[in-house]
C-alpha cells in the first residue's frame, strides 16, 4: 500500500497501442454484449474506489446522461498533472491512450491493492467515441479530450479549482457494443454491491435520461456486514441470530473477510467476491470457507455433545440457511473457468479456511446461544436430508411403494374421479370402524391408522419411512414419494386427517403434517391437506342435544337448553357413534374442515424445525396455527 501513496509520472508500466482493444475487444472487456457495456462502467469506478481505498477519496458519483454518456466522478487527489518522463507527454493522456499490460482478461495481474491505478482506462477510452477528462489537483483544473482512443483535444490547464478529484465521462462506441444503452438496474445493482464491499465508501447513481431524474446513494459503514443483512432482508426471512459474524484476516499481501448469518429458510446465499469482482463459479476462496465451517461446526457439536457420536455434520447441513459474503483481495488474482469468475489461487484457500476455522471457534465459544442456535438448525438439516434418503431407498425397495395395491386396511369410496373424494386418515381401530359404518361410501375412503402412534419427539423422522402408519398412506394416495413423487397420481382430493382433540391426536397429526410437509409439499400447496373438527362436547337436555367445538359453545348451548342440560366431553373418536361421528364431523353439509396451508416456503421452513425440535408446546401450536378454517367443500 506505500509503495503508490506518491509516485510521481514514472511509473506507468508497459505500453501497446489501442488498435489491439478496438480490434479484440473480447480480450479486454470479455464481450461486447450489455455485460461488456456496464463493464466499462466497472473499469472507471474501479479506478476511483483504488483511489478511496488508498484513504483518498470518500465520494463516487455516476451520472447516466441523457445523450447515452456516463460520467464517473470521484473526490480523490486527481491525477498527477505532470509530463511522463519517459513517454513525454501528460500522465493523464498516457493513463487514457496507452494499454497497460495484464488487463484483467489479458491474463495476469491485478490492480487493487497493487498500486497500478488507471489500468482499464485506456480499454474504455478505446472503446468510446468520445472521452472526456477533468482532472481535479493541487487546486488547478486540467482538460483532455479523446476519440476512439485518439487525442482530440490536447491535455490543457482550465483554471483554478477548489475541486479535487478525477472526472471521466465516455460515450461507448456504437460500432463495437452491441447496445449502448445502459441498464439503471444493472449500474444499480453493481455499484450497490461496490458500496458494500468497500465499507465507508460513499457511491451514487443519477439518471437523467428520464423524465423525472433518479438518485440513490450507498454508503455501508458495515461493508459486507450490512451486505448479509441486506441479502437476507431481500430475501424476506427471519434470521436466526442478530449479529452477522464477522471474520477477517491476512497473510502476506493478501486479505479476506468473511459475513455470515444463518436464516429460517432451506437454501444457502454464499456471495464471494475477489478484488470486489463477483466470482460466480466460486473457487478457493469459497472452497476455503466451506471447508472452515464444516469442520467447526463438527468439531463444536462433538465438543459440547450436541452431536451424537456416530452423527456428522455435510457441507450441506451446515450451509443450510445460511447467508454469506466472502471477499478476498490479493495480488496476482488467478481465475479460472470459462467466464473468469473463479477464483484459482491454492494460497487462498488456506488463507480462508485459516481463519474461519480459528475464528468462527473463538465466536461460537464466546456466543454459546447462537452457536446452539446454528449447531441445531444444521442438526435438523442432516436428519432431514436423512430421512429424505432413507425415502428414496423406500421408493426403490420393489414390492412396496412400487406395487400398485392398496393398503389391506383401507375402505375405499367407489367414485374415481379425484376431485371428488376424500380420504379420512383416522386415528385408531376403533375409530376407523365407527367411521367405516357412518361414512359416505360413495365418495369417503376410511384409512384407520394404527392406534399406536410413533412419537415423533423421541424418533428420527427416518423411522417415520418405514412405519406402519406411514406406508399404508403412500398408497392410498397413491402418488408415489421422493423422485417418483406424482400429483397427477393422486387418488383423493381431500385428504382429511381425523385425531382426538387431545395430545396424542395431535401428536398424530404432527407426525402426518411433517410427513407431508418435507415429501408431498405439493399436496400441501395444492390444498388437498385438511383437518377434521370433532366436537369437544356433548350438550344435552331430555331428547334435545347440542355439539359444542368449545368452551364458550359448551355454556352458550347449557344456556340454550336451559335448566338441568348436560354437558359430557369427548375424550375421543372411539366415543361417538356413528351417527353422531356422522353428524359433527363428517357430513360435508355439517362439517368443519379446516385447511391445511403452507403459507409461504419461508414461514414452513422455521415451523418444521418447530415441529423437528424438543419442545411440544410450539409443535401443537403449529397445528392449531396452521389450520385455517377453510369452506365446506371450497
Ligand atoms: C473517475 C475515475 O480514475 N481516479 C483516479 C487517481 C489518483 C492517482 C492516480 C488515479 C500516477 C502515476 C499512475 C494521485 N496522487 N477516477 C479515477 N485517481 N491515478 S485515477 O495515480 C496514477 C498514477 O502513474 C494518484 C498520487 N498517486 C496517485
Same mark, same amino acid.
Given at each position: ?210 423524465? *423525472?431524474?433518479? $438518485? ?7 461493508? @459486507? !456486514?450490512?451486505? =448479509? &443483512?441486506?441479502?437476507?432482508?431481500? #430475501? ?99 481465475? *479460472?473457468?470459462? $467466464? ?7 494460497? @487462498? !484457500?488456506?488463507? =480462508? &479456511?485459516?481463519?474461519?476455522?480459528? #475464528? ?275
Amino acid at each position: 500500500m506505500d509503495v503508490e501513496k506518491n509516485y510521481g509520472d514514472s511509473q506507468i508500466q508497459v505500453l501497446e497501442g489501442l488498435e489491439a482493444v478496438r480490434k479484440r475487444p473480447g480480450m479486454y472487456i470479455g464481450t461486447t454484449s450489455a455485460k461488456g457495456l456496464h463493464h466499462l462502467i466497472s473499469e472507471i469506478v474501479d479506478n476511483s474506489i483504488d483511489e478511496a481505498l488508498a484513504g483518498y477519496c470518500k465520494h463516487i458519483l455516476v451520472i447516466l446522461h441523457a445523450d447515452g454518456s456516463c460520467e464517473v466522478k470521484d473526490d480523490g487527489r486527481g491525477v498527477p498533472s505532470g509530463i511522463h518522463p519517459t513517454v513525454g507527454k501528460p500522465t493523464l493522456e498516457v493513463i487514457y491512450t496507452i494499454l497497460h499490460a495484464g488487463g484483467k482478461f489479458g491474463g495476469g495481474g491485478y490492480k487493487i491493492a497493487g498500486g497500478l491505478h488507471g489500468v482499464g482506462a485506456s480499454v474504455v477510452n478505446a472503446l468510446s467515441k468520445r472521452v472526456e477528462v477533468r482532472n481535479h489537483r493541487d487546486n488547478k483544473g486540467y482538460y483532455i479530450a479523446f476519440e476512439r482512443g485518439n487525442v482530440v483535444e490536447e491535455f490543457r490547464e482550465t483554471g483554478e479549482t477548489e475541486l479535487h478529484g478525477l472526472h471521466v465521462r465516455f460515450w461507448p462506441d456504437d460500432t463495437i457494443f452491441e447496445t449502448v444503452e445502459f441498464d439503471y438496474e444493472t449500474v444499480k445493482t453493481r455499484l450497490r454491491e461496490q458500496a458494500f464491499l468497500n465499507a465507508g465508501v460513499d457511491i451514487s447513481i443519477t439518471d437523467l435520461r428520464g423524465e *423525472e431524474e433518479i $438518485t440513490e446513494d450507498y454508503c455501508y459503514e458495515g461493508g @459486507i !456486514r450490512s451486505f =448479509v &443483512e441486506y441479502l437476507n432482508k431481500k #430475501k424476506g426471512a427471519d434470521v436466526l441470530h442478530g449479529d452477522v459474524i464477522y471474520i477477517a484476516g491476512e497473510k502476506g499481501d493478501s486479505q479476506a473477510e468473511v459475513a455470515m448469518q444463518y436464516n429460517d429458510t432451506y437454501n444457502d446465499a454464499i456471495l464471494s467476491f475477489a478484488n470486489n469482482m463477483h466470482t460466480i463459479d466460486g473457487g478457493t476462496h469459497e472452497t476455503g470457507f466451506k471447508a472452515g465451517i464444516t469442520k467447526v461446526l463438527n468439531d463444536y457439536g462433538k465438543k459440547y455433545n450436541i452431536l451424537k457420536s456416530e452423527e456428522k455434520l455435510s457441507g450441506e447441513d451446515v450451509r443450510e440457511g445460511l447467508t454469506a459474503v466472502i471477499s478476498v483481495k490479493l495480488e496476482d488474482a488467478q481465475f *479460472e473457468s470459462q $467466464t473468469k469468475a473463479k477464483l484459482g489461487n491454492s494460497e @487462498i !484457500r488456506t488463507l =480462508v &479456511e485459516g481463519i474461519v476455522t480459528e #475464528k468462527l471457534s473463538i465466536y461460537l465459544e464466546e456466543n454459546p446461544e447462537t452457536a446452539k442456535i446454528i449447531i441445531e438448525k444444521s442438526i435438523t438439516a442432516a436428519r432431514a436430508r436423512e430421512a429424505a434418503k432413507r425415502a428414496r431407498e423406500l421408493t426403490r425397495r420393489k414390492g412396496l411403494l412400487e406395487s400398485s395395491s392398496l393398503p389391506s386396511k383401507l375402505a375405499d369410496c367407489n367414485e374415481r374421479r379425484m376431485e371428488y373424494t376424500e380420504l379420512y386418515l383416522v386415528e385408531g381401530d376403533s375409530a376407523g370402524g365407527t367411521a367405516k359404518d357412518c361414512r359416505d361410501s360413495r365418495f369417503q375412503a376410511i384409512l384407520p391408522l394404527r392406534g399406536k402412534i410413533l412419537n415423533v419427539e423421541k424418533n428420527r423422522i427416518d423411522r417415520i419411512y418405514s412405519s406402519v402408519q406411514i406406508v399404508p398412506i403412500i398408497l392410498a394416495l397413491g402418488t408415489g414419494i421422493g423422485s417418483e413423487f406424482d400429483i397427477t397420481k393422486l387418488r383423493y382430493g381431500k385428504i382429511i386427517l381425523m385425531a382426538d382433540a387431545d395430545v396424542d391426536g395431535s401428536h398424530i397429526k404432527t407426525l402426518l403434517l411433517t410427513f407431508f410437509f418435507r415429501h408431498m409439499r405439493p399436496l400441501i400447496d395444492a390444498g388437498h391437506i385438511y383437518s377434521a373438527t370433532p366436537p369437544l362436547y356433548k350438550v344435552y337436555r331430555g331428547k334435545q342435544q347440542r355439539y359444542a367445538f368449545s368452551d364458550e359453545e359448551r355454556d352458550m348451548y347449557i344456556e340454550e337448553l336451559g335448566g338441568n342440560a348436560q354437558a359430557e366431553r369427548y375424550k375421543g373418536l372411539g366415543e361417538m357413534d356413528p351417527d353422531q361421528l356422522w353428524d359433527t364431523t363428517m357430513d360435508p353439509e355439517k362439517r368443519i374442515l379446516k385447511r391445511i396451508t403452507v403459507e409461504d416456503a419461508m414461514e414452513a421452513d422455521a415451523l418444521f424445525s418447530v415441529l423437528m425440535g424438543d419442545k411440544v408446546e410450539p409443535r401443537r401450536d403449529f397445528i392449531e396455527a396452521n389450520a385455517k378454517y377453510a369452506n365446506l367443500d371450497t
